[in-house]
């Protein structure tokens, strides 16, 4: 589908006769494809150990939802399944769909993932506005394949607009959880409202054109127009891909500076790093950024672009999707993503969270490829 709907392994002859003419991403004696069926191996395999690794518990036997592993998962996965002749969502997509429905349906019940009595104000506000549109994005874009909209997803619509800030300075926005890590808790308030306009775009049945909520969506156009030009680089990616699903967020010309901007930061062997993309952050213990290409970057640069319209046969397009291609781990499955905040060992548990993110958004641009 197009939107949230999303992967394969694929060969793509074009991408192959483009690095003969535009230079070789990074490995030239590997085979320009990718692997469909390893990729959901190791997607699973990760959300599995999410879904029970204590740290991430919450009460009601529920899990919390991360930007990093949950979130990516939930908009990649589907996209895997025609290549894997599934039928319908996985066993641990339906686990990972239960626990979400689960707490829209108690979400006066529920405690918030980090509550103010634990970890001190707001973070109850924090959690309850970041939650609501997680929440939100994940039930819309599943239901957008059926055209309809589930009673779940559009409770999970209300709760999200029930906490949308409507006074202040980010008025328009929702709090949004601040644990001083980029890209997704550190100055992250206008990345959740650029999620809460694709969870609107996204939901089925001319949703974003309901009555009641044309004022909410007032101060959200509002929100994101006025404090775009503030924001680090990876954040107007990602408005530039919620722009193609919500009508008014950027202009023509607005879309093609962003591109510009975005394609301006490609780097010789076709690939993008993030470190470029988020303006003058430092890691919190004073190592250097990681400057090399990373799977994250170019898979949402690359996926933000086709969404944008791009054809795949511009360029530079063809040339990030390209490193995409060669630089899949063979083994894991995985495309490789650095820590912003601090130097991280790739095999841990944590160290993987860039890289959770970066195979589901590698699989999100390769399949708008396919």
């Not at 394949?145 to 029930?162: C, F, I, Q, V, Y």
């Not at 202040?168 to 550190?186: D, K, T």
């Not at 929100?223 to 699903?245: C, D, F, G, H, P």
């Not at 010309?253 to 993008?272: C, P, R, T, V, Y």
Request: with cysteine; charged share 20%.
């Amino acid at each position: 589908m197009k939107g949230i709907t999303f992967g394969t392994g694929i060969m793509v002859a074009c991408l192959v006769a483009s690095l003969l003419t535009l230079g070789k991403p990074s490995s030239p004696s590997e085979s320009a494809s990718w692997n469909g069926k390893a990729a959901a191996a190791y997607l699973d395999g990760r959300l599995t150990w999410w879904m029970a690794w204590p740290v991430a518990a919450r009460d009601h036997g529920t899990f919390c939802i991360s930007c990093h592993t949950v979130l990516p998962y939930a908009m990649a996965r589907p996209a895997l399944r025609a290549s894997l002749r599934e039928q319908d969502a996985s066993p641990i997509e339906r686990q990972l769909l239960d626990n979400v429905r689960k707490r829209v349906r108690m979400w006066k019940e529920v405690e918030p993932f980090y509550p103010d009595e634990k970890r001190g104000v707001p973070k109850t506000a924090e959690s309850r506005g970041t939650e609501s549109i997680l929440n939100a994005l994940i039930l819309a874009g599943y239901d957008a394949p059926t055209g309809k909209l589930s009673p779940e997803a559009r409770l999970a619509l209300d709760n999200m607009w029930g906490q949308q800030l409507a006074t202040g300075e980010a008025r328009g926005a929702w709090s949004w959880l601040q644990f001083h890590n980029q890209p997704w808790e550190g100055d992250s308030q206008y990345y959740g409202a650029t999620l809460a306009a694709l969870a609107v775009g996204v939901a089925p049945g001319d949703y974003r054109s309901a009555p009641e909520i044309q004022e909410n969506m007032k101060l959200l156009r509002a929100y994101l127009v006025r404090e775009r030009e503030a924001q680090v680089l990876i954040n107007q990616v990602v408005l530039l891909w919620a722009s193609t699903k919500v009508p008014n967020l950027l202009t023509g010309a607005q879309q093609k500076s962003i591109m510009d901007e975005a394609l301006s930061k490609q780097q010789a062997d076709g690939g993008f790093s993030l470190s470029s993309f988020v303006g003058a952050w430092k890691r919190q213990d004073g190592t250097p950024l990681e400057t090399r290409s990373d799977g994250y970057a170019t898979g949402v640069v690359t996926f933000a672009l086709q969404e944008a319209g791009v054809r795949r046969d511009q360029p530079q397009l063809n040339r990030g999707l390209a490193w995409l291609l060669l630089n899949q781990d063979k083994t894991e499955g995985r495309w490789l993503a650095y820590s912003l905040n601090k130097q991280r060992d790739l095999s841990s548990d944590t160290g993987r969270f860039m890289s959770d993110a970066a195979t589901a958004y590698a699989v999100l641009a390769l399949q708008g490829a396919n």
